[in-house]
């Protein structure tokens, strides 16, 4: 599936604290992916702790995201698939192993990469998106289309902690939730193939993707799962009251995986 080069349709600048990020360090690397209508501010502290601890780091900045929500409208499932999977072809060129860590989306698409490439060391995913939702909601979405509606209110900052808040787009673009759903499903399907080892991070309370998504994981998967649940925060757990936590396991987790 070819996507197209989100830099065509960027009408705004990114959002100050936006930015995709980047650390050239040791020999290992991992690719960090933030979530729908989100952006790297969301995984930059995970980012950065994993950097901190040595490894060499890709946070892209996935396309449509970031800047307007006008620039997401047009941007479906194979331009963020496409965009996921060339930056891990890059960090995994220059790197000897390679994991991957996502929220959200973000999950999805680690789950995506953990799919297709099994020489992965491991994989870290903060409330993943596995299932694609009832029919009857899909169903819903498809009439708003119909009936002229391109966008429903947004998702973002589902966050516990006081006076924190993620950079998400204020909207919800429905014809590319629809794409996304369409995704998730395909993930949801090839669960079977991902046979590295996986840290599952999933917060009690979550407001956007149900815990049901991480019950698939657990189900699905061949490789082995840890599963942590947190206790205190919402669905944006990296900047939440559990970021710490997150972490610290997420890199021992990673150095762990990768024989370090």
């Not at 860590?101 to 994989?123: C, F, K, P």
């Not at 009439?143 to 919800?172: C, F, H, W």
């Not at 979550?206 to 490789?223: I, L, Q």
């Amino acid at each position: 599936m070819g996507g197209r080069h989100y830099d065509e349709v960027v009408t705004a600048p990114i959002i100050p604290g936006c930015e995709p990020f980047s650390a050239s360090n040791g020999p290992n690397g991992v690719l960090v992916l933030h979530g729908f209508t989100g952006n790297p501010q969301s995984m930059r502290p995970l980012a950065e702790a994993f950097a901190d601890a040595g490894f060499s780091v890709e946070l892209p900045l996935l396309p449509g995201h970031g800047t307007s929500i006008e620039d997401m409208l047009a941007t479906r499932w194979a331009d963020w698939s496409g965009a996921a999977e060339r930056a891990y072809s890059e960090l995994a060129a220059r790197c000897d192993k390679v994991a991957v860590a996502g929220l959200s989306m973000g999950g999805t698409l680690t789950l995506m990469l953990a799919e297709r490439h099994r020489e992965i060391a491991g994989i870290v995913l903060v409330n993943p998106l596995v299932e694609k939702g009832a029919n009857s909601f899909l169903d819903s979405l498809r009439q708003m289309l119909a009936e002229g509606i391109d966008r429903i209110p947004g998702i973002g900052s589902d966050i516990a902690k006081p006076n924190t808040v993620e950079a998400a787009y204020e909207g919800t673009p429905i014809a590319p939730l629809l794409s996304l759903m369409e995704g998730t499903g395909e993930v949801q399907a090839g669960l079977g193939s991902v046979c590295c080892p996986v840290l599952l991070l999933s917060s009690r309370q979550d407001h956007v993707v149900p815990t049901t998504s991480g019950d698939a994981v657990v189900a699905g998967v061949s490789g082995p799962v840890e599963r942590v649940f947190l206790e205190a925060s919402y669905h944006v757990a990296t900047l939440d009251y559990d970021q710490a936590e997150i972490e610290e396991r997420a890199v021992q987790f990673t150095l762990k995986a990768m024989g370090a």
